[in-house]
Protein backbone atom coordinates (compact mmCIF):
# COMPACT_ATOMS: atom_id res chain seq x y z
CA UNK A 1 0.00 0.00 0.00
CA UNK A 2 2.99 2.19 0.68
CA UNK A 3 4.47 1.80 -2.53
CA UNK A 4 1.22 2.39 -4.20
CA UNK A 5 0.60 5.64 -2.56
CA UNK A 6 3.76 7.07 -3.49
CA UNK A 7 3.80 5.61 -7.34
CA UNK A 8 -0.40 7.69 -6.67
CA UNK A 9 1.85 10.72 -5.69
CA UNK A 10 4.19 10.79 -8.55
CA UNK A 11 1.63 10.36 -10.98
CA UNK A 12 -0.29 12.94 -9.06
CA UNK A 13 2.39 16.07 -9.60
CA UNK A 14 4.07 14.20 -12.72
CA UNK A 15 5.04 17.08 -15.66
CA UNK A 16 2.30 17.91 -18.18
CA UNK A 17 3.46 15.74 -21.50
CA UNK A 18 3.64 18.25 -24.22
CA UNK A 19 4.64 16.40 -27.89
CA UNK A 20 7.25 18.50 -29.63
CA UNK A 21 4.97 19.47 -32.74
CA UNK A 22 2.77 21.54 -30.52
CA UNK A 23 5.65 24.12 -30.43
CA UNK A 24 4.56 24.96 -26.75
CA UNK A 25 7.34 27.23 -24.83
CA UNK A 26 6.33 28.47 -21.09
CA UNK A 27 6.39 32.36 -21.36
CA UNK A 28 5.45 33.19 -18.02
CA UNK A 29 5.69 32.32 -14.77
CA UNK A 30 1.92 30.83 -14.77
CA UNK A 31 3.12 28.36 -17.76
CA UNK A 32 6.05 27.14 -16.15
CA UNK A 33 3.92 25.69 -13.09
CA UNK A 34 1.56 24.59 -15.08
CA UNK A 35 3.59 22.58 -17.82
CA UNK A 36 5.49 21.44 -15.26
CA UNK A 37 3.44 20.95 -11.48
CA UNK A 38 6.22 19.47 -9.76
CA UNK A 39 8.75 22.49 -10.78
CA UNK A 40 9.56 23.18 -6.95
CA UNK A 41 9.12 19.86 -5.43
CA UNK A 42 11.22 17.22 -4.82
CA UNK A 43 9.22 14.37 -6.92
CA UNK A 44 10.10 14.02 -10.51
CA UNK A 45 14.00 15.78 -9.96
CA UNK A 46 17.07 13.27 -9.46
CA UNK A 47 19.79 15.21 -7.09
CA UNK A 48 22.75 15.68 -8.19
CA UNK A 49 23.95 17.22 -4.53
CA UNK A 50 22.18 18.28 -1.89
CA UNK A 51 23.68 20.03 1.33
CA UNK A 52 21.99 21.86 4.11
CA UNK A 53 22.00 25.53 1.74
CA UNK A 54 21.54 24.30 -1.78
CA UNK A 55 20.72 21.66 -4.02
CA UNK A 56 21.60 20.30 -7.54
CA UNK A 57 18.49 18.87 -9.24
CA UNK A 58 18.12 18.01 -12.52
CA UNK A 59 15.19 16.28 -14.76
CA UNK A 60 13.60 15.30 -18.17
CA UNK A 61 11.69 19.10 -19.46
CA UNK A 62 8.12 18.07 -20.08
CA UNK A 63 7.98 19.99 -23.98
CA UNK A 64 11.70 18.44 -24.71
CA UNK A 65 15.05 18.53 -23.48
CA UNK A 66 16.01 18.98 -20.01
CA UNK A 67 16.18 21.02 -16.98
CA UNK A 68 18.48 21.92 -14.38
CA UNK A 69 17.65 23.31 -11.11
CA UNK A 70 18.95 25.17 -8.30
CA UNK A 71 17.64 25.63 -4.72
CA UNK A 72 19.59 27.48 -3.15
CA UNK A 73 18.28 28.40 0.49
CA UNK A 74 18.91 30.51 3.79
CA UNK A 75 19.36 33.90 1.88
CA UNK A 76 19.18 36.40 4.04
CA UNK A 77 17.67 39.68 2.65
CA UNK A 78 19.16 42.88 4.62
CA UNK A 79 16.19 45.41 4.87
CA UNK A 80 13.98 42.98 2.79
CA UNK A 81 10.83 44.63 2.00
CA UNK A 82 7.90 44.02 4.24
CA UNK A 83 5.62 42.49 0.81
CA UNK A 84 8.32 40.02 0.07
CA UNK A 85 6.53 39.74 -3.51
CA UNK A 86 8.40 42.78 -4.30
CA UNK A 87 11.57 41.87 -3.62
CA UNK A 88 12.66 41.49 -7.04
CA UNK A 89 12.46 44.61 -9.15
CA UNK A 90 10.38 44.73 -12.21
CA UNK A 91 12.66 44.07 -15.38
CA UNK A 92 11.95 47.35 -17.59
CA UNK A 93 12.64 49.28 -13.96
CA UNK A 94 16.18 47.81 -13.55
CA UNK A 95 17.16 48.70 -17.10
CA UNK A 96 15.80 51.98 -17.02
CA UNK A 97 17.91 52.37 -13.76
CA UNK A 98 20.71 50.28 -14.51
CA UNK A 99 23.13 53.69 -15.03
CA UNK A 100 22.30 55.11 -11.35
CA UNK A 101 22.26 51.21 -10.10
CA UNK A 102 24.40 49.12 -12.13
CA UNK A 103 24.96 45.42 -11.67
CA UNK A 104 28.60 44.00 -11.75
CA UNK A 105 28.79 41.96 -14.98
CA UNK A 106 25.49 43.03 -16.46
CA UNK A 107 25.15 45.88 -19.54
CA UNK A 108 22.01 47.34 -20.80
CA UNK A 109 22.34 48.74 -24.40
CA UNK A 110 18.09 49.02 -24.87
CA UNK A 111 14.83 47.99 -23.79
CA UNK A 112 11.55 47.87 -25.24
CA UNK A 113 8.39 47.64 -22.81
CA UNK A 114 5.93 45.31 -23.06
CA UNK A 115 3.44 46.43 -19.82
CA UNK A 116 3.98 46.94 -15.95
CA UNK A 117 6.62 44.00 -14.71
CA UNK A 118 7.85 42.88 -19.17
CA UNK A 119 10.54 44.12 -21.08
CA UNK A 120 12.70 42.68 -23.69
CA UNK A 121 16.05 43.56 -22.52
CA UNK A 122 19.11 43.74 -24.88
CA UNK A 123 22.67 43.66 -23.54
CA UNK A 124 24.90 41.65 -22.15
CA UNK A 125 25.66 39.66 -18.82
CA UNK A 126 28.71 38.01 -17.66
CA UNK A 127 28.60 36.45 -14.39
CA UNK A 128 31.60 33.31 -12.89
CA UNK A 129 29.19 30.89 -11.78
CA UNK A 130 27.65 30.23 -15.22
CA UNK A 131 31.23 30.31 -17.12
CA UNK A 132 31.54 27.48 -14.62
CA UNK A 133 28.70 25.62 -15.41
CA UNK A 134 29.59 26.26 -19.02
CA UNK A 135 33.09 24.44 -18.25
CA UNK A 136 31.51 21.34 -15.81
CA UNK A 137 28.64 20.24 -17.88
CA UNK A 138 30.05 20.83 -21.46
CA UNK A 139 27.07 21.69 -24.16
CA UNK A 140 24.45 21.49 -21.54
CA UNK A 141 26.32 24.51 -19.89
CA UNK A 142 27.38 26.63 -22.00
CA UNK A 143 23.77 26.82 -23.98
CA UNK A 144 22.92 27.96 -20.30
CA UNK A 145 25.56 30.63 -20.03
CA UNK A 146 25.12 31.01 -23.82
CA UNK A 147 21.32 32.31 -23.52
CA UNK A 148 21.90 34.11 -19.43
CA UNK A 149 25.57 34.95 -19.33
CA UNK A 150 26.65 36.46 -22.16
CA UNK A 151 30.42 37.04 -23.50
CA UNK A 152 30.85 40.58 -22.75
CA UNK A 153 31.69 41.59 -26.24
CA UNK A 154 28.23 40.37 -27.46
CA UNK A 155 25.03 41.23 -26.87
CA UNK A 156 21.38 39.55 -27.12
CA UNK A 157 17.48 40.07 -26.23
CA UNK A 158 15.67 38.26 -24.09
CA UNK A 159 12.21 38.62 -22.66
CA UNK A 160 11.61 38.86 -19.32
CA UNK A 161 8.16 38.62 -17.74
CA UNK A 162 7.92 39.37 -13.70
CA UNK A 163 4.88 37.82 -11.23
CA UNK A 164 4.23 38.17 -8.04
CA UNK A 165 2.31 36.22 -4.82
CA UNK A 166 2.55 33.24 -7.36
CA UNK A 167 2.75 30.22 -7.11
CA UNK A 168 2.45 31.49 -3.24
CA UNK A 169 1.77 34.31 -1.43
CA UNK A 170 5.43 36.90 -0.86
CA UNK A 171 7.21 35.04 -4.16
CA UNK A 172 8.64 36.83 -6.46
CA UNK A 173 9.34 35.03 -9.83
CA UNK A 174 10.22 35.87 -13.45
CA UNK A 175 10.32 34.18 -16.80
CA UNK A 176 13.27 34.36 -19.30
CA UNK A 177 12.93 33.86 -22.93
CA UNK A 178 14.63 34.55 -25.77
CA UNK A 179 12.65 35.44 -28.90
CA UNK A 180 14.80 34.66 -32.38
CA UNK A 181 13.49 31.01 -31.86
CA UNK A 182 16.42 29.39 -29.80
CA UNK A 183 14.90 26.81 -27.36
CA UNK A 184 15.99 27.93 -24.01
CA UNK A 185 13.98 29.15 -21.23
CA UNK A 186 14.61 29.86 -17.40
CA UNK A 187 12.61 30.95 -14.79
CA UNK A 188 13.78 32.37 -10.93
CA UNK A 189 11.58 32.57 -7.92
CA UNK A 190 12.88 33.89 -4.54
CA UNK A 191 10.17 32.41 -1.92
CA UNK A 192 9.99 33.96 1.50
CA UNK A 193 11.60 31.42 4.81
CA UNK A 194 9.32 30.93 7.99
CA UNK A 195 12.51 33.16 9.31
CA UNK A 196 11.79 36.49 9.02
CA UNK A 197 14.15 38.15 5.97
CA UNK A 198 15.25 34.43 5.00
CA UNK A 199 14.79 33.74 1.88
CA UNK A 200 15.38 30.55 -0.46
CA UNK A 201 16.00 31.42 -4.39
CA UNK A 202 14.89 28.65 -7.24
CA UNK A 203 16.69 29.03 -10.95
CA UNK A 204 15.59 27.12 -13.49
CA UNK A 205 17.32 26.45 -16.59
CA UNK A 206 15.82 24.78 -19.77
CA UNK A 207 18.32 23.68 -22.40
CA UNK A 208 17.94 21.65 -25.42
CA UNK A 209 20.46 18.69 -24.48
CA UNK A 210 18.94 15.57 -23.04
CA UNK A 211 21.88 14.24 -20.84
CA UNK A 212 23.09 15.26 -17.34
CA UNK A 213 26.97 15.65 -16.60
CA UNK A 214 26.85 13.54 -14.22
CA UNK A 215 30.98 13.25 -14.96
CA UNK A 216 31.64 16.42 -13.15
CA UNK A 217 29.95 15.59 -9.59
CA UNK A 218 33.30 15.81 -7.93
CA UNK A 219 32.85 19.83 -9.03
CA UNK A 220 29.33 20.52 -8.06
CA UNK A 221 30.37 21.50 -4.46
CA UNK A 222 32.00 24.32 -5.62
CA UNK A 223 29.28 24.99 -8.21
CA UNK A 224 26.77 25.63 -5.37
CA UNK A 225 28.66 27.52 -3.05
CA UNK A 226 29.13 29.86 -5.73
CA UNK A 227 25.98 29.94 -6.99
CA UNK A 228 24.50 30.27 -3.44
CA UNK A 229 27.36 33.41 -3.01
CA UNK A 230 26.25 34.84 -6.28
CA UNK A 231 22.42 34.93 -4.65
CA UNK A 232 23.17 36.17 -1.89
CA UNK A 233 25.07 39.25 -3.40
CA UNK A 234 22.24 39.15 -5.82
CA UNK A 235 19.44 40.11 -3.51
CA UNK A 236 21.75 42.22 -1.34
CA UNK A 237 23.92 44.43 -3.70
CA UNK A 238 24.50 48.18 -3.20
CA UNK A 239 21.77 50.21 -4.34
CA UNK A 240 19.06 47.25 -4.23
CA UNK A 241 16.84 48.45 -1.35
CA UNK A 242 16.80 52.01 -2.98
CA UNK A 243 15.81 50.79 -5.93
CA UNK A 244 12.96 48.16 -4.42
CA UNK A 245 11.00 51.69 -3.10
CA UNK A 246 11.86 52.93 -6.53
CA UNK A 247 9.91 49.97 -8.61
CA UNK A 248 7.18 49.99 -5.84
CA UNK A 249 6.33 53.54 -6.40
CA UNK A 250 7.13 53.78 -9.96
CA UNK A 251 3.15 52.68 -11.66
CA UNK A 252 -0.25 54.29 -10.43
CA UNK A 253 -3.85 52.45 -10.44
CA UNK A 254 -6.20 54.66 -11.91
CA UNK A 255 -10.04 53.44 -11.16
CA UNK A 256 -13.40 54.21 -12.77
CA UNK A 257 -16.42 54.93 -10.67
CA UNK A 258 -20.18 53.40 -11.48
CA UNK A 259 -21.98 55.27 -14.35
CA UNK A 260 -24.76 53.69 -15.49
CA UNK A 261 -26.48 56.52 -18.28
CA UNK A 262 -24.16 55.33 -21.11
CA UNK A 263 -20.31 55.78 -22.14
CA UNK A 264 -18.88 58.82 -20.68
CA UNK A 265 -17.64 61.94 -22.83
CA UNK A 266 -14.69 63.36 -24.47
CA UNK A 267 -13.35 66.86 -25.72
CA UNK A 268 -14.88 67.88 -29.18
CA UNK A 269 -12.53 68.65 -31.87
CA UNK A 270 -13.30 71.76 -33.65
CA UNK A 271 -14.73 69.65 -36.79
CA UNK A 272 -16.61 67.09 -34.30
CA UNK A 273 -20.29 68.22 -34.06
CA UNK A 274 -20.53 67.94 -29.87
CA UNK A 275 -23.28 65.65 -28.29
CA UNK A 276 -23.29 68.41 -25.62
CA UNK A 277 -22.09 71.86 -24.18
CA UNK A 278 -21.14 73.28 -21.11
CA UNK A 279 -20.56 77.01 -20.06
CA UNK A 280 -18.49 76.36 -17.66
CA UNK A 281 -15.86 74.87 -19.89
CA UNK A 282 -15.42 77.79 -22.51
CA UNK A 283 -12.37 79.11 -20.24
CA UNK A 284 -10.72 76.12 -20.96
CA UNK A 285 -11.19 75.29 -24.27
CA UNK A 286 -13.62 72.17 -23.25
CA UNK A 287 -17.24 73.91 -24.08
CA UNK A 288 -17.84 71.39 -26.70
CA UNK A 289 -17.84 67.50 -25.84
CA UNK A 290 -18.64 64.40 -27.85
CA UNK A 291 -19.74 61.25 -26.30
CA UNK A 292 -16.78 58.46 -26.20
CA UNK A 293 -16.88 55.57 -29.03
CA UNK A 294 -15.17 52.41 -28.15
CA UNK A 295 -12.75 51.33 -30.97
CA UNK A 296 -13.93 48.12 -32.61
CA UNK A 297 -16.07 46.86 -29.86
CA UNK A 298 -19.00 48.45 -27.64
CA UNK A 299 -17.29 47.32 -23.98
CA UNK A 300 -15.36 49.65 -21.94
CA UNK A 301 -12.04 49.76 -21.33
CA UNK A 302 -10.46 52.40 -19.11
CA UNK A 303 -7.12 52.29 -20.44
CA UNK A 304 -8.33 53.36 -23.91
CA UNK A 305 -10.87 55.59 -22.91
CA UNK A 306 -8.16 57.28 -20.56
CA UNK A 307 -5.48 57.34 -23.82
CA UNK A 308 -8.00 59.13 -26.07
CA UNK A 309 -8.59 61.63 -23.26
CA UNK A 310 -6.10 62.59 -22.43
CA UNK A 311 -4.33 62.46 -26.28
CA UNK A 312 -7.24 65.31 -26.81
CA UNK A 313 -5.84 67.05 -24.22
CA UNK A 314 -2.52 66.85 -25.80
CA UNK A 315 -0.61 64.43 -23.96
CA UNK A 316 0.44 60.80 -25.41
CA UNK A 317 0.68 58.52 -22.36
CA UNK A 318 0.75 54.77 -22.47
CA UNK A 319 -1.76 53.01 -20.18
CA UNK A 320 -2.31 49.23 -19.72
CA UNK A 321 -4.56 46.87 -18.68
CA UNK A 322 -2.33 44.70 -16.56
CA UNK A 323 0.40 44.72 -13.51
CA UNK A 324 3.22 42.41 -12.71
CA UNK A 325 1.16 39.62 -15.41
CA UNK A 326 -1.83 40.09 -13.70
CA UNK A 327 -4.62 41.59 -16.07
CA UNK A 328 -6.93 44.34 -14.21
CA UNK A 329 -10.88 44.52 -14.04
CA UNK A 330 -11.82 46.96 -17.54
CA UNK A 331 -12.51 49.90 -15.09
CA UNK A 332 -8.63 50.23 -13.81
CA UNK A 333 -5.87 51.06 -15.78
CA UNK A 334 -2.08 51.58 -14.54
CA UNK A 335 0.34 54.38 -16.10
CA UNK A 336 4.14 55.26 -15.00
CA UNK A 337 3.99 57.37 -12.17
CA UNK A 338 6.13 60.62 -14.11
CA UNK A 339 3.19 60.27 -16.67
CA UNK A 340 0.35 60.54 -14.05
CA UNK A 341 2.04 63.30 -12.52
CA UNK A 342 3.19 65.10 -15.66
CA UNK A 343 -0.54 65.07 -16.63
CA UNK A 344 -2.70 65.05 -13.30
CA UNK A 345 -3.02 69.04 -13.13
CA UNK A 346 -4.86 69.65 -16.33
CA UNK A 347 -6.44 66.58 -16.38
CA UNK A 348 -7.97 67.16 -12.46
CA UNK A 349 -8.84 70.63 -14.37
CA UNK A 350 -10.30 68.81 -17.49
CA UNK A 351 -12.45 65.74 -15.85
CA UNK A 352 -14.55 67.96 -13.33
CA UNK A 353 -16.05 69.56 -16.56
CA UNK A 354 -16.62 66.03 -17.99
CA UNK A 355 -18.53 65.32 -15.17
CA UNK A 356 -20.52 68.19 -15.84
CA UNK A 357 -21.17 68.10 -19.10
CA UNK A 358 -22.02 64.13 -19.21
CA UNK A 359 -24.99 65.22 -16.41
CA UNK A 360 -26.08 68.12 -18.91
CA UNK A 361 -26.19 65.14 -21.67
CA UNK A 362 -27.55 62.52 -19.69
CA UNK A 363 -29.80 63.84 -16.96
CA UNK A 364 -29.50 63.41 -12.85
CA UNK A 365 -27.01 64.33 -10.57
CA UNK A 366 -24.75 61.11 -11.52
CA UNK A 367 -21.63 60.84 -13.37
CA UNK A 368 -18.42 58.69 -13.47
CA UNK A 369 -15.58 59.37 -11.39
CA UNK A 370 -12.09 59.11 -11.01
CA UNK A 371 -9.81 57.75 -8.19
CA UNK A 372 -6.20 57.63 -8.47
CA UNK A 373 -3.75 55.50 -7.01
CA UNK A 374 -5.71 52.72 -5.62
CA UNK A 375 -5.29 49.27 -5.34
CA UNK A 376 -5.24 47.15 -8.25
CA UNK A 377 -7.88 44.34 -8.84
CA UNK A 378 -7.27 41.84 -10.78
CA UNK A 379 -9.47 39.38 -13.10
CA UNK A 380 -9.49 35.52 -11.90
CA UNK A 381 -6.24 34.15 -12.00
CA UNK A 382 -7.76 30.88 -13.53
CA UNK A 383 -9.40 32.64 -16.39
CA UNK A 384 -6.50 31.72 -18.82
CA UNK A 385 -3.99 28.85 -17.41
CA UNK A 386 -2.03 27.30 -19.50
CA UNK A 387 -3.70 24.68 -19.77
CA UNK A 388 -7.54 26.53 -21.02
CA UNK A 389 -5.55 27.92 -23.76
CA UNK A 390 -4.47 25.12 -24.95
CA UNK A 391 -7.79 23.04 -24.77
CA UNK A 392 -9.00 26.46 -26.79
CA UNK A 393 -6.95 25.65 -29.37
CA UNK A 394 -9.53 22.73 -29.53
CA UNK A 395 -12.74 23.58 -28.86
CA UNK A 396 -14.96 26.61 -29.63
CA UNK A 397 -15.25 29.26 -27.45
CA UNK A 398 -17.93 29.67 -24.86
CA UNK A 399 -20.09 33.03 -25.74
CA UNK A 400 -22.17 34.28 -22.73
CA UNK A 401 -24.82 36.93 -23.69
CA UNK A 402 -26.81 39.51 -22.40
CA UNK A 403 -24.08 39.60 -19.02
CA UNK A 404 -23.30 42.61 -17.51
CA UNK A 405 -20.97 43.74 -15.11
CA UNK A 406 -22.27 47.24 -13.74
CA UNK A 407 -19.39 49.37 -12.46
CA UNK A 408 -21.10 50.11 -8.94
CA UNK A 409 -19.25 51.39 -5.69
CA UNK A 410 -22.27 49.68 -3.73
CA UNK A 411 -21.96 45.99 -4.42
CA UNK A 412 -24.54 45.40 -1.53
CA UNK A 413 -26.93 46.82 -3.67
CA UNK A 414 -26.55 45.49 -6.48
CA UNK A 415 -26.90 42.47 -5.53
CA UNK A 416 -30.20 43.11 -3.87
CA UNK A 417 -31.90 44.60 -6.99
CA UNK A 418 -30.52 41.30 -8.70
CA UNK A 419 -32.26 39.25 -5.91
CA UNK A 420 -35.81 41.60 -6.27
CA UNK A 421 -35.34 41.05 -9.98
CA UNK A 422 -33.71 37.93 -10.87
CA UNK A 423 -34.85 37.35 -14.67
CA UNK A 424 -33.18 41.09 -15.58
CA UNK A 425 -30.24 40.98 -17.21
CA UNK A 426 -29.55 44.54 -17.32
CA UNK A 427 -30.26 47.40 -14.49
CA UNK A 428 -30.56 50.81 -15.82
CA UNK A 429 -28.53 50.68 -18.83
CA UNK A 430 -25.54 49.46 -17.61
CA UNK A 431 -22.23 49.52 -19.31
CA UNK A 432 -21.14 45.97 -20.78
CA UNK A 433 -17.59 45.10 -19.75
CA UNK A 434 -15.48 42.11 -20.34
Known amino acids: KDAEGRSLRRKAISPIRIFSDMAVRPQAVEDWCHLMPNLLEQEGWTTALATEEASLTHSCCPWGGHLIRFELKNIHVQDAPEKTGNIMVRPEVRSLLHQEFPINGIRVESMEVKGPGEAVVQGSMSWSVLRLCGVLFGDMGSQVMNYFFHDPDSEVSW ?7 YPRDGDSACAFWMEDGRPQECVMLVRPQAEK ?9 RVPEGRFANWASEHFSFVLKTAH ?21 FYVVVSMQSFKRGMPLLPAFDDEQPDTEIDAGEAYGLKRWVRYEPAGTRKFHLPEYLKVFLSRLGYEVETYDSLDSEM ?22 AYPLQKTAYRRANGGSGAPGIHEDVLPKVMSAEVANWQELLQAAKEPKLVVRNTFLDLEDEEEEQR ?19
Open 416 to 434: QRLRRRPKTTALSRPVCVN
Open 159 to 165: HQKLRRD
Open 229 to 249: STADWFLNRPGIAALRQVDER
Open 328 to 349: LVPYQCVLKREDWELVQARFHE
Open 197 to 205: DMFTAFVVA
